[in-house]
């Protein structure tokens, strides 16, 4: 099983920006999927997951609440983050995590490979 997060770039405050992270491999269940992010200097902190049957248990943190929206295409094993009214202190790279069962039933909670969101004028 392997994680990949894609969506990444360069936008002016005050703009929108999607983040992509796709599970693929011999998955049977995911059972968890969250985005977080790590800027420079400053220890990688939780930006939003979702958890419970389907994904429809959500949690954000306090400085991306009624700006960010994380949501979940189950059949795709893919999780999103919409990003709107972006700020320069959301500039970190965005990590993708995602825990679940494989096929053969063991577990396992894997991290994606980053994706860079810079926002600045």
């Known amino acids: 099983v392997q994680l990949q997060a894609s969506g990444g770039g360069l936008v002016q405050p005050g703009g929108s920006l999607r983040l992509f992270c796709l599970a693929s491999g011999s998955i049977f269940s995911i059972n968890y999927m969250g985005w977080y992010r790590q800027a420079p200097g400053k220890k990688r902190e939780l930006v939003a997951d979702?958890?419970?049957?389907?994904?429809?248990?959500?949690n954000y943190a306090d400085s991306v609440k009624g700006r960010f929206a994380i949501s979940r295409d189950n059949a795709k094993n893919t999780v999103y983050l919409q990003m709107d009214s972006l700020k320069p202190e959301d500039t970190a790279v965005y990590y993708c995590n995602a825990g679940g069962r494989n096929s053969d039933f063991t577990y396992f909670v894997l991290w994606g490979q980053g994706t860079q969101v810079t926002v600045s004028s």
């Open positions: 979702t958890s419970g049957s389907g994904g429809s248990i959500t």
